[in-house]
């Protein structure tokens, strides 16, 4: 009797941590899917408000590309017009002493051959012993020797007018170009900036495509994860479309300064 009153405390006690553990294997899943529901309910809440922020900033970018395209076309523009008016500098002014020059040298070339020429016949016929050939060469040559003498001055002075004049251009243009020299390191800065952007809108890209095969599997965490990534990666190109905005500003003032520098008309 005793022993059978033992073997049913025994058998109720099995059933009842049967019992238990069975609950326990119950609850266990029930717990975990609560904790994976309250996170995925989280994410839900989340991307909602990280969409409407990313939007906003995506918006932002694009309104500030624009902005930069508009000013930079400005900037190559008028930097175009800068460095023809640079090309430009005195041209009148160079083209008319380099006329009168050209003329000079032309006009003057058939008397400046002949006292040449005669002067080589004398020395060749002293050579020959021809005392009269070469008395009548000195003759000739030495009548056409002032001549000859006022026409090499001339053209002198028209060709050291020519060079004093392109002398005094280059150093006008200079003045601008070296002032301009800021533009090409501005360019650069631009460019390596650029770079960037496209290494930022790459990582966008490849979690751009996560994020919508997360969208199309439901699966909020995911998605807000690969958003957030999105988001930052958003971040950067702004600041670096901020920065350009800025280089491109400072573009605008370099040249405005290089303009100040143009010979007035």
Sequence with gaps: MKMSYVKVLWKNSLLTVLCCSVALFLLGPAKADAASDSAWDAALQSIGVLHDSYKALDEANKLK???????????????????????????????????????????????????????????????????????????????????????????????????????????????????LAQVQTLKKQVTAENKKITAANSTRSASDKRYKAAVKLGNAITATAELTVMYKELGKISASLNQIYQWEKQIDSVIRTAETKLPKS
């Design 65 to 179: 590309k624009q902005q930069i395209q508009v000013l930079r076309k400005q900037n190559d523009d008028r930097l175009k017009s800068v460095n023809a008016k640079v090309q430009g500098i005195d041209k009148a002014k160079i083209d008319k002493l380099k006329s009168e020059a050209d003329q000079a040298q032309k006009k003057y070339q058939p008397l400046l051959n002949e006292y040449t020429d005669l002067g080589k016949k004398a020395a060749d016929a002293r050579k020959r012993k021809d005392q009269k050939a070469a008395l009548q060469y000195d003759l000739k040559r030495n009548q056409i020797k002032a001549s000859a003498s006022a026409a090499r001055a001339e053209i002198k002075s028209r060709k050291d007018a020519l060079a004093a004049a392109k002398k005094e251009a280059s150093a006008k243009a200079k003045a601008v170009k070296d002032t």
